[in-house]
């Protein structure tokens, strides 16, 4: 890739699968793309992506991550900002066109741009993570902000940080991420055309249905709205029986506010709606629906003697059942067996295994030996007190 880096000698299309981590190429991966080409990445290091090895993923990717209810769109998010950050350095940026998060990998395809001027704008589609230790509640905080003026724009820092030392909900203090892309995931437009494509040629593939649904589910996606929540895990924090994803959705949208899910967890709740509100609608279900500790340990105590700022309403939204679930698309896949997950690392080399397997030879010739004799003077001694 590195001998291919100037402008005539550029590819249409790289394609990075190594095992592991992606890292170590995407520096020349961002330079020996055309302007407009396709560079498609695959990791598969998800253990520190989600938040199991805060340094290792700083040291590969500049960031830190952390454990969430999200981790796998945090880990799309870290990897699209690790790009952004290498195109950058060489005047060029990055349009993704699907960020996808299934089994036990990532699948990025992004598009690469020249454009010194637009590189200006990567400052304000990242941003640090304020996640709350007790309630799990969220807070994007961009690194910058365009200031547009009459003698033209400019770009600042932002002001924050976007929250007070302690939670407003439940008291307790934030650990920092970061930093992500917050920008938009997929290219809507993009994917609208392979899905009419893929409608036309649906026995084609043997994955079509599997395809056709999480395309769906990602045009279902709000754009503007990085990051999510798992209903079960709010109600967890609650110690209440969890609400299903029509009325949690129908409280939203009856709120006033927009309501997806996220293509990367069945039982996500991504929405526009402040954290507040969110744990407004969980006040009001876990009053329907009080469960034994609920007043009892301090997070849910702290949650549940607060007010609501909203009136809120289970009410059945015309809007709560996305098209996908109303047409029976295959959404999310069961994992075709148990313990499904990636393989053991290849070995490097022929001669590797082969030395290997001579020296395990060699242990089991020995010990036979070592048997054999055993085994020898035993019936030996036998023989002697036998006479």
């Known amino acids: 890739m590195y001998k291919h880096r100037q402008f005539k000698d550029r590819f249409d299309a790289v394609d990075l699968d190594p095992y592991g981590t992606a890292a170590p190429f995407l520096d020349a991966a961002v330079q020996c793309v055309k302007d407009g080409g396709l560079l498609m990445i695959t990791c598969t290091d998800m253990a520190i992506l989600c938040g199991n090895g805060v340094e290792a993923c700083h040291a590969k990717y500049g960031s830190v991550s952390a454990k969430m209810s999200c981790c796998h769109e945090m880990a799309l998010r870290i990897v699209l900002r690790s790009i952004e950050s290498h195109a950058n350095r060489y005047g060029r940026y990055i349009v993704p066109l699907i960020s996808l998060s299934a089994d036990f990998y990532i699948r990025l395809f992004v598009r690469i741009f020249t454009s010194p001027s637009t590189v200006k704008e990567s400052v304000t589609k990242l941003s640090m993570v304020y996640t709350c ?11 910058g902000n365009r ?39 997929h290219d809507k437009e993009f994917i609208t055309k392979i899905v009419e494509n893929l409608n036309k040629e649906i026995d084609l593939y043997g994955t079509s249905k599997r395809m056709l649904g999480i395309l769906t589910v990602m045009l279902e996606e709000l754009d503007d709205c990085p990051l999510f929540h798992k209903y079960e895990d709010l109600s967890s924090i609650l110690h209440v029986t969890s609400p299903s994803i029509t009325e949690i959705r129908s409280a939203i949208l009856n709120a006033g506010y927009k309501v997806s899910i996220s293509h990367a967890a069945p039982t996500s709740v991504k929405t526009d709606a ?28 702290t949650i549940m003697s607060k007010k609501s700022s909203i009136e809120v309403s289970f009410e059945p939204h015309t809007e709560a059942e996305p098209s996908s679930r109303k047409n029976n698309l295959l959404r999310f896949q069961i994992n075709p067996t148990r313990n499904w997950g990636p393989k053991c690392k290849a070995t490097s080399s022929v001669n590797q295994n082969n030395e290997e397997k001579q020296s395990r030879k060699s242990k089991r010739k020995k010990r036979n030996q070592t048997n054999n004799v055993e085994n020898k003077k035993s019936k030996e001694e036998e023989n002697d007190m036998a006479s």
């Open 133 to 143: 230790n007790g309630c799990k509640s969220f807070h994007l905080q961009p690194l």
């Open 147 to 185: 200031l547009v003026t009459t003698l033209g724009q400019k770009y600042i820092p932002s002001v924050g940080p976007p929250v007070n030392k302690n939670c407003d909900i439940c008291g307790y203090t934030f650990k920092i991420s970061g930093p992500i892309w917050s920008y938009r995931l």
């Open 274 to 301: 402040p954290q507040n509100v969110i744990w407004d609608v969980m006040r009001a279900w876990a009053n329907l629906h009080p469960g034994k500790k609920t007043m009892e340990l301090d997070v849910s105590k």
